[in-house]
């Protein structure tokens, strides 16, 4: 039943459309126009793509992210994001759900929030970098930021002690500070040890049924009952800012947490207690029946002065044949049964989880004309937008959380230094932000690269930045927000007047520069640990 849910407003993409902010364009500088701060660090080639929160995942081609799975283009939200992070503008950040509206609220400054977890399965590094930059730039925008550590997760999906866990989750914790999240506007937490979240894990877990998390995570018979606790776990945390009050939430994450956040999205919209729809008659049509009674409606109002009956509209579709044809005759056959009952436009509210009390009390809300059914309230004088907001009122004078549908966004996967993928369990292959400086240095110096055989090549071809990894370190990281220098890197690069051992000697020394002094601020925010409100003692519990 659920499933047939139509989309609220502020889900529904045609609506989000035609509030899009059309006109405003921010100043901000738009990669789009220059493809020199694109790179696909040499990932591009590959075949499948499929998304598995707990493989391993590649991503072949972005592209397909779109066309598969409905992940939207950042491109796209990109200029109505008033000042928008290096991340996004050089692509690295590159797809998105529904972010439109956290750009809406920034702009209008409106409550927003962002949140991220981390599995402390070992020491963070620059890849979770790109994410711990995330929350804290939402941060400065004004949202309320949550970081979290996915400690059950950790231990049960990939067996970590909790002696190991104490280790990481204090290591993770450590640089999102260093790197500037400020714990006193913001809010750290332990799955493991909050039991908020836990109660509004358990309550999701009651909408969710075992053959749905089989159908998106692969479950079977032999996957254990705390790894699905750990997926109601993360479902809690996407919604957890929301409990306060229902608000737009963005969640930083790789695209492999894209099954998560549908599920999530999904869930928001089950839990509701009340589904707003448009309808033009008492029975209940699909979207696509009633876009067609709605074409059939429009014409024959102009032709009878607005008395249109039912079985009118059934015999304009007979005759004028608009497709889709099976949604024409299920219209047709559903308006023949109505016969003489008049159409007219209406916003329907339909009872979806309220309990008898919750839904009098809709009832009762609804000004104007309005009829009354078993399940649905149809309302004659309020347009949708009104319907939304004295929905979600009631639900939540009535003990509803009235949850907004999260947004997410989206950040490339780093390519790792020694080409494919960057990976914790090779240790060459990524930088920790905990590797010794030196040792950094020596990683990027012995990188691979985009360059040509020979020097004189490279002078007369140019070196392909598209695919080096140490290009990449300088667009994801080591230019900072400086877009100037990594255009130039760029630019002398593919132009031929780069060559690889000079280009790789500064981005090491760079990134050398960079972990001493990251190093330095996570003993300088040490101290702050102990006034955090989150403990890394659950070994001893
Ligand atoms: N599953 C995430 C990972 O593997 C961690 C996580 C837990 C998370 N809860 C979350 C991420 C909520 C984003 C939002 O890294
Ligand atoms: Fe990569 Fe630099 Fe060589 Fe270009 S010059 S291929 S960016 S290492």
């Not at 989309?7 to 989000?16: A, F, G, H, K, R």
Request: aromatic fraction near 8%; hydrophobic fraction near 35%.
């Amino acid at each position: 039943m659920t499933s047939e849910r139509e989309p609220t407003e502020e889900e529904s993409p045609v609506d989000q459309q035609a509030s899009d902010g059309r006109g405003w364009r921010g100043e901000a500088f738009d990669s789009r126009e220059d493809p020199a701060l694109r790179t696909d660090g040499g990932a591009a080639g590959a075949d499948d793509v499929t998304l598995d929160p707990w493989g391993s995942s590649t991503v072949a081609d972005y592209r397909k992210l779109f066309e598969d799975f409905g992940i939207e283009e950042f491109d796209e939200v990109l200029g109505e994001i008033p000042d928008p992070h290096y991340l996004m503008r050089r692509g690295v950040i590159f797809g998105h759900r529904d972010y439109r509206r956290i750009a809406e609220a920034m702009r209008d400054g409106e409550e927003f929030a962002a949140l991220s977890g981390f599995m402390p399965t070992g020491d963070p590094h620059i890849g979770h970098k790109l994410v711990f930059d995330e929350l804290i730039w939402h941060q400065k925008q004004g949202g309320d930021t949550y970081g979290l550590i996915a400690d059950l997760e950790a231990h049960s999906a990939r067996g970590m002690t909790w002696e190991e866990i104490d280790q990481h989750a204090r290591d993770y914790v450590l640089s999102l500070l260093a790197l500037g999240f400020d714990p006193d506007d913001g809010e750290l937490y332990r799955q493991s040890d909050n039991r908020v979240l836990q109660d509004l894990a358990f309550e999701l877990g009651i909408e969710a049924n075992f053959s749905e998390l089989q159908a998106i995570y692969g479950f079977d018979g032999e996957t254990d009952v705390s790894h699905m606790q750990s997926v109601v776990t993360q479902m809690a945390d996407i919604l957890y800012p929301q409990l306060d009050e229902p608000k737009p939430t963005v969640i930083p994450v790789g695209p492999d947490q894209d099954p998560h956040v549908r599920l999530a999205r999904d869930l928001a919209a089950r839990m509701r207690y009340f589904g707003v729809t448009e309808a033009y008659a008492s029975f209940e049509a699909t979207p696509e029946e009633r876009d067609l009674i709605g074409f059939a409606y429009d014409q024959l109002r102009e032709e009878t002065d607005g008395d249109v009956r039912c079985e009118d509209a059934a015999e304009w579709l007979r005759d004028h044949r608009p497709t889709p044809v099976e949604a024409r005759q299920s219209a047709v056959e559903k308006l023949e049964a109505a016969g003489k009952e008049p159409l007219r436009p209406r916003v329907r509210l339909l009872d979806q989880r309220a309990d008898e009390d919750a839904f009098e009390a809709l009832i009762e809300a609804v000004g104007g004309e309005k009829r009354v059914y078993d399940a649905h309230v149809d309302a004659f004088e309020m347009d949708r937008t009104e319907a939304e907001e004295l929905a979600r009122e009631v639900e939540l004078d009535h003990g509803g959380y009235g949850f907004q549908m999260p947004s997410s966004i989206y950040h490339r996967f780093m390519t790792g230094l020694t080409g494919g993928k960057m990976s914790s369990s090779i240790p060459a292959s990524h930088i920790s932000l905990l590797d010794d400086p030196e040792e950094g240095y020596d990683k990027v110096k012995a990188a691979t690269t985009g360059g040509r055989e020979t020097a004189e090549k490279q002078r007369e071809l140019g070196g392909k930045a598209d695919e080096c990894p140490v290009y990449e370190l300088y667009a994801y990281l080591l230019a900072g927000d400086d877009d100037e220098f990594a255009r130039e890197v760029y630019d002398e690069c593919v132009g031929g007047e780069r060559l690889c051992g000079g280009c790789k000697e500064q981005a090491a020394e760079l990134m050398r520069e960079f972990l001493e002094e990251h190093q330095e601020k996570r003993e300088a925010v040490e101290e702050k640990l102990d006034e955090l409100d989150i403990s890394f003692d659950a070994a001893e519990r």
